[in-house]
């Protein structure tokens, strides 16, 4: 289908054949299996703690659902849709902001409904192990005068930086331009 952006052209027939592909590719998921999502951005809310904003791929997201994401885990306090109603069921394709998680995922990280707490929190735990285990091995001390010296005689050509800011989303976003 030819479409414009710009002009909005053949867009309701863009909608049209998406709609008719899912159909005849009979494409669906199961709203009773654990949820699976991706966290779209997330961020600190004074009032409500870490507010991960997560895109439901496939199953139902339920209020009371342990949950585990990258290295934190948690029970689904509350869901938030797009239009800041809270409500009790996330079927796929729904994106929605959840509460209830012990610290801040990363953009990109997925979400994972789990049979229990204890196992989303043995799972959050070794995960955080790994990440700490990488990170110990990878780190070096370097003080300015040893990183004058390498980059005089031209061995450090880039300098890292640390990149702040409110959401996840815009520092990703940030980090790879």
């Known amino acids: 289908v030819n ?7 053949n867009l309701p027939e863009l909608m ?11 494409l669906q998921t199961n709203p ?3 949820a699976v999502g991706t966290v779209i951005e997330s961020k600190l809310d004074r009032g409500r703690g870490p507010v991960p904003t997560v895109l439901v791929q496939n199953g139902c997201l339920k209020v009371g659902d342990p949950i585990v994401s990258g290295k934190y885990y948690g029970k689904v306090r509350a869901l938030i849709d797009d239009k800041g109603k809270s409500i009790k069921k ?10 209830g998680l012990s ?5 990109g990280d997925s979400l994972n409904a789990e049979k229990s ?4 929190y043995q799972i959050s735990q070794l995960r955080f192990q790994e ?14 005068d040893d990183l004058h ?17 409110d959401v996840q989303g815009s520092v990703q976003a940030v980090t790879e331009s």
């Open 3 to 9: 479409v414009s952006a710009q002009t909005h052209e």
């Open 16 to 26: 049209e054949m998406i709609l008719l592909e899912a159909e005849m590719l009979e």
């Open 32 to 34: 009773d299996t654990p």
């Open 90 to 99: 996330a079927y796929a394709s729904t994106p929605v902001e959840v509460l």
């Open 103 to 107: 610290g801040i995922p990363d953009a």
């Open 117 to 120: 707490e204890k196992e989303a």
């Open 131 to 144: 990440e700490r285990e990488k990170h110990l091995s990878s780190r070096t001390r370097l003080t300015l």
């Open 149 to 165: 010296l390498q980059i005089t005689e031209g061995m450090v050509k880039d300098l890292k930086l640390i990149i702040k800011g």
